[in-house]
């Protein structure tokens, strides 16, 4: 009897310790990034996508796969996008979230990690907001460093997997600040990379930033893990010294670009040897057939939509 007891007593024990596990992980820190899941192998380039999270859902990212083999059809997913604004009264760049980013980062539980778990990373762009500041014009290295801290803080906080630099809109000279110089986005990349060492930093190639990459014997490029071209339907090698395996040329829109040119920018990837090829504005249509247009060229498979 003593026995039957104590096994009843372990029991109970036990099953307290498990529904107190289940309450742990559902009240987990938003900043826990979910441990990526086993995703399928697929062999070809790195494949990104843009998602304007004003008008469309992060999780339509996880919705496409390769008909054979079943891997993912992107492998980068972007929030697009955060923004640097300047704060007038303490004269400072600042990150600010809009509305529907916020909203994003406030529920990364259904947002972010569904893609995490198919093994597919999630990276926060920063575009300018026509304010002044932007990433070529802090005016010292502390400057530069404190911005760098906020990035590297939201990516540790929502548990993200790293930056992507959009140097577009910041209207520099806007509020008094300064005109873009040489040393600004050096320190700030620098700064960045020491923060977050095993973390995505991206460069969308353009603005001036893009050709301020070098500064007092040190050149930042190679702290970035990819570059790529921002004119959708074209083709440019983004002039940064990065290998060809961290490089896209090619940058199409889901819907936007003709399937023609899709194909034939994918084509293109593969016969001259890069490693990424960039997808801009996936929303939520079915858009199997624009996207299997590159992932044939890239993957030797069309790509399969589930709602």
Excluded at 134 to 154: E, M
């Amino acid at each position: 009897m003593l026995n039957l007891v104590r096994h009843r007593v372990r029991t109970a024990a036990l099953a307290l310790s498990a529904i107190a596990a289940l309450a742990f992980g559902a009240t987990a820190p938003a900043g826990a990034a979910a441990a990526p899941g086993p995703a399928p192998k697929k062999q070809g380039p790195t494949s990104v996508a843009y998602v304007e999270v004003n008008d469309h859902s992060m999780l339509n990212v996880g919705k496409y796969t390769l008909a054979n083999g079943g891997g993912n059809a992107f492998d980068v997913a972007v929030i697009f996008a955060a923004n640097i604004n300047y704060n007038t009264d303490t004269k400072t760049a600042c990150l600010h979230f809009n509305e529907n980013v916020q909203r994003v980062l406030d529920n990364v539980a259904t947002e972010v990690r569904p893609l995490q778990r198919k093994g597919i990373k999630v990276v926060l762009s920063v575009l300018g907001n026509h304010q002044g500041a932007g990433f070529a014009n802090f005016p010292s290295q502390q400057a530069a460093s404190a911005f760098a801290k906020q990035l590297s803080d939201a990516v540790s906080k929502y548990g993200l997997d790293g930056i992507d630099f959009d140097d577009e809109y910041a209207k520099y000279g806007t509020n008094g600040t300064g005109m873009p110089n040489s040393s600004s986005f050096v320190h700030l990349v620098t700064a960045l990379r020491a923060n977050m060492p095993n973390k995505i930093i991206s460069l969308y190639n353009i603005g001036p930033s893009a050709s301020r990459l070098s500064y007092g014997g040190v050149d930042v490029s190679s702290k970035f893990d990819y570059a790529w071209n921002p004119y959708y339907g074209t083709w440019q090698v983004p002039g940064i010294a990065l290998p060809k395996s961290k490089l896209s040329p090619a940058a199409v829109e889901i819907g936007g670009t003709s399937q023609g040119t899709v194909a034939g920018l994918a084509r293109r990837t593969v016969r001259e040897g890069y490693g990424v090829y960039l997808t801009y504005n996936l929303d939520g249509n079915d858009r199997s057939a624009d996207v299997s247009a590159f992932t044939r060229e890239l993957y030797g498979s069309d790509a399969v939509y589930t709602p």
